[in-house]
């Protein structure tokens, strides 16, 4: 009898919850907020969009090409809403230009995973539990999560040994295999750092970081223009935007935001551009700006990298994001960059020619 009480009395752990993205969750989950489950109306209003998604598509992404042609705007308007979680990984492939990359180069992955040594090995090993550690995808030590993101990181570091491997690659790789293999995970981070569709993103990752650079003076320039009295607040307690934004740039808002905002960014991202990094870093500012203009620099810091919740709803944010009208800007700030550091590049090599080493 008294064992018995005794064994009563133990209790089971609990289970580890996790939210819908697989990501383990901390919080207790209340019977009133599971009730708050979706309706049969919003079941229904997911089902039309994902079969107006699968038409669009077509079988394995057979008719993506041709619709794009014929409906650029009704395209660009349906990734802006959200691209269906269950095509995520088929539609950032088409609309990245990896698929077409893998199709080109058959083999040249395996190859690169099996037969090729990386003078990044133990850098990677060292980082890969750093990424997304509370998912459950890459939380167990040497499981299938960790030797996927091992694979296309070394891969990578193989494939473009000018780059080679940078932490904040580990995010990226990290967030496309939770929605696609090893082979198209690694073509799409080819895609994104060399350019497919897009600009290349590989100078973010090369030696000093130069993209990172100008995307930070581009930034601080959009800010000061769209927010002057925060531009001026910033300056007074000597914040610049290195101090908040790289990580915006180098891991494209997937290192410490919502998941689910991160996903939506990412939708965008891929189809339109690193425009949506700066139109969704203004909009944050401008979402939290009557706070930030009062806050000395010691606590500017910390509301910078932890932005307060109804500011990561996507359906809030974002449409302010698209708001902001920043493509000519940008290329005429990307011209002043280049000139400005064209002028200091001259200046140090002269400097060089008059006092060698």
């Known amino acids: 009898m008294e064992k018995k009480r005794v064994d009563e009395s133990v209790q089971a752990p609990a ?6 993205f697989g990501f383990a969750k901390q919080e207790h989950i209340s019977p009133d907020r599971l009730a708050k489950s979706k309706s049969a109306f919003e079941y229904q209003r997911e089902e039309r969009k994902l079969r107006k998604w699968r038409k669009m598509i077509g079988v394995g992404g057979s008719d993506w090409k041709h619709y794009v042609r014929r409906k650029p705007n009704v395209v660009k308007r349906r990734i802006r809403k959200g691209i269906p979680d269950s095509l995520r990984g088929l539609v950032w492939q088409l609309i990245s230009g990896s698929r077409d990359l893998l199709l080109m180069n058959p083999g040249v992955y395996e190859q690169l995973v099996i037969y090729e040594t990386s003078a ?17 995808f890459y939380q167990q030590r040497h499981g299938p999560g960790q030797r996927s993101l091992y694979n296309v990181l070394k891969a990578y570091s193989v494939y473009d040994r000018e780059v080679g491997y940078v932490q904040g690659m580990g995010f990226l790789a990290g967030l496309l295999l939770l929605y696609m293999s090893e082979e198209d995970a690694f073509w799409l981070l080819v895609a994104l750092l060399k350019g497919a569709v897009h600009a290349p993103m590989e100078g973010l990752y090369l030696e000093g970081l130069p993209l990172v650079q100008q995307y930070l003076f581009q930034f601080d320039h959009l800010m000061r223009e769209y927010m002057p009295k925060l531009g001026e607040h910033f300056t007074r307690e000597m914040i610049n935007p290195s101090m908040y934004g790289s990580q915006w740039f180098i891991t494209v808002f997937s ?31 401008k979402y939290c700006h009557d706070d930030l203009v ?14 307060p919740d109804d500011a990561m709803d996507p359906d809030k944010l974002l449409p302010m994001a698209y708001s902001y009208k920043v493509s000519k800007r940008l290329e005429e700030l990307k011209l002043e960059y280049e000139k400005k550091n064209g002028k200091l590049a001259a200046s140090k090599a002269k400097q060089k020619q008059k006092h060698p080493a």
């Open 255 to 285: 290192y410490s935001f919502p998941f689910h905002l991160a996903l939506r960014i990412w939708d965008v991202f891929l189809y339109e551009g690193v425009k949506i990094v700066f139109k969704v870093g203004l909009a944050l500012l």
């Open 120 to 136: 990044s090995e133990l850098d990677i090993i060292r980082d890969i539990s750093r990424t997304f550690p509370s998912h459950v």
């Open 15 to 20: 289970p580890i919850r996790v939210d819908r």
């Open 294 to 307: 009062k806050l000395p620099f010691e606590k500017l810091i910390p509301a910078l990298k932890n932005f």
